[in-house]
Structure formats: C-alpha cells, structure tokens
C-alpha cells in the first residue's frame, strides 16, 4: 500500500470523523464506574454511534487478514490487556484501567482515538503507568513535523518509556488512516532517530503507544482477538490521529473532552 497525501477535503473530513470519535469517549467517560460490564459500555457506544452521530463503529465486523470478523463496535482492554479486548461480561471494579479505543467511519473517512480510564480509585503504579503513557503519545506525536522521520516518534517514545522503567509492545504500532481503517505507513513505538520514512505535509497517522509495566512480550487469548502481556503485567495505552502540517502537526481526535497535554508540550 502507499502513503497518501490527504488534500484540504479529505482533511475537513478527517477532523469530522475524529471529533465524533473523541465525542463518544466524552460521552461514555461518565460511565466508566465501579459495577459497570464492558458489554455494557459497548452497547451504549454502539448507540450513540449510530443513532445519535448516524456514524459507522468501524470496529464492528472488521475482518483483516487471519482474522475473524470482530464482534463488537469497540475495544475494552482491562488491566493485563494490551489491546483489542473484546467487550463482554467481565464487570469493572475499583482499581481496574481500562483502555477504551473508539473509530467511526463519517463520510467514508476514520477517526481512531482512545484512552486509558481508572475505575474507581487506582493504585499508585497503575496511575503512573497511564501517566507514563499518556507522556509517550504526547512526546511522539511532538516529533511530527515535515523532514522529521517515523523513526523519531519511535525513538521519543522508546526512550520515555523504558527510562522510565516500562517495556513497548512492538507486535502492533500506529497506522495511516483515512478511507481505510489501517492504511501505510506503520507507525512503530520504538526505533532509531532518523530512520524510516520521511513525513511530510498532508500524510495522517495514529500515534498509539501500549505501554507495559512489565516485560514486552504478549499472547493472544482463544477469542482470536484479545492480546495481553504474557508476565500478566498491567498494559496502558492512548491514541490520537495526527495530521503533519507545514510547521508541525495537528490532532484530528480533538473535542470537549480531550485531556490537555503534559505541561512541558508545546503547542504548534
Ligand atoms: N482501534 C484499533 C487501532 O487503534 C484497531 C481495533 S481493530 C478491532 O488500530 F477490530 F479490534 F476493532
Ligand atoms: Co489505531
Ligand atoms: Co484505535
């Protein structure tokens, strides 16, 4: 597959399909409770979706290659999950996190946003780690400008995570985005400055770090779809779309809700 240069149309569009999908982690966000099934949340995030938005969830079904159709319209991964944790019975208690990874299809276009919630009151180490994380995306997505490289946001990622005593997951990585749900390039979580390709103004990638606290290595469950760290330990992970400009880069997955940067971010 090739890169593509979105043009200002498939742009606008771009930003529409991201508002929608931060809109409905805005929505949820006060639903994320002790008591609460993650079936639960998908339901209510299906409606919202399609009755209220009349978006599609992409999730629903998607099917890539060597893979069953996914059953549900998001991705709920509690605690040792790392990503792709397929709603269901499992009820959320005090001290959980949970990842919630939204994308809806509005006009043909994607949006592919998520973030980490603490049910309840979390421990110490839990909350670090989605602080940690959270500061990964942030420091990558703060590579993106024309002439930097794919190795740069990997590398900036990398070096927070691991200094700060964390592991990245290396088997699944950031994607471009637009008509397709995963399009070029892959954006890994690792990597050497100045390696890989060259961005440039008009390409549109997620930035979306999963952040281990233990060791990197994973396993997929039986549901063919679910991925969790094999050491069982917590796993954390946030999501923007990011789209390079002339002078640096602007989020796509922006609405009311979104939680500022870290402070020592600095805004193109
Ligand atoms: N939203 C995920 C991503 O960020 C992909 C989920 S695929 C699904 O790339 F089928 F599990 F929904
Ligand atoms: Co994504
Ligand atoms: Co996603």
């Not at 929608?20 to 949820?28: F, G």
């Not at 996914?70 to 990503?83: A, E, F, L, M, R």
């Not at 990842?99 to 603490?118: A, E, P, Q």
């Not at 994973?218 to 779809?225: A, E, H, L, V």
């Amino acid at each position: 597959m090739q890169v593509t240069i979105k043009n200002n149309i498939e742009v606008e569009k771009m930003r529409i399909a991201g508002k929608l999908a931060s809109e409905v982690l805005d929505y949820i966000t006060p639903y994320v409770q002790p008591g609460v099934t993650t079936g639960e949340l998908d339901r209510l995030c299906h409606d919202y979706m399609v009755n209220v938005q009349n978006a599609i969830p992409a999730p629903l079904n998607y099917a890539p290659p060597g893979y069953t159709p996914y059953p549900k319209s998001i991705c709920t991964s509690v605690n040792q999950q790392v990503c792709h944790g397929v709603p269901g019975d499992k009820i959320l208690k005090s001290g959980d996190i949970v990842n919630l990874d939204i994308t809806v299809i509005k006009n043909d276009y994607h949006g592919d946003t998520s973030r980490m919630f603490c049910v309840g009151t979390p421990s110490p180490q839990a909350k670090r780690l989605c602080d940690i994380t959270y500061e990964c995306m942030w420091i990558g997505i703060a590579q993106v400008r024309p002439d930097a490289t794919l190795g740069d946001i990997g590398h900036a990622i990398q070096k927070h995570a691991e200094t700060s005593g964390y592991s990245v997951v290396r088997e699944f990585c950031g994607h471009g985005i637009g008509k397709n749900f995963h399009e070029d390039p892959q954006v890994l979580h690792y990597g050497r400055p100045g390696a890989g390709l060259k961005l440039q103004a008009g390409m549109i990638f997620t930035i979306e770090p999963m952040i281990n606290a233990g060791k990197r290595d994973i396993r997929q469950m039986g549901d063919g779809w679910t991925i969790v760290t094999k050491d069982r330990s917590l796993s954390a992970q946030w999501e923007h779309t990011v789209l390079v400009t002339a002078d640096g880069y602007e989020i796509m997955t922006l609405s009311a809700g979104t939680p500022p940067p870290p402070s020592f971010i600095r805004i193109p």
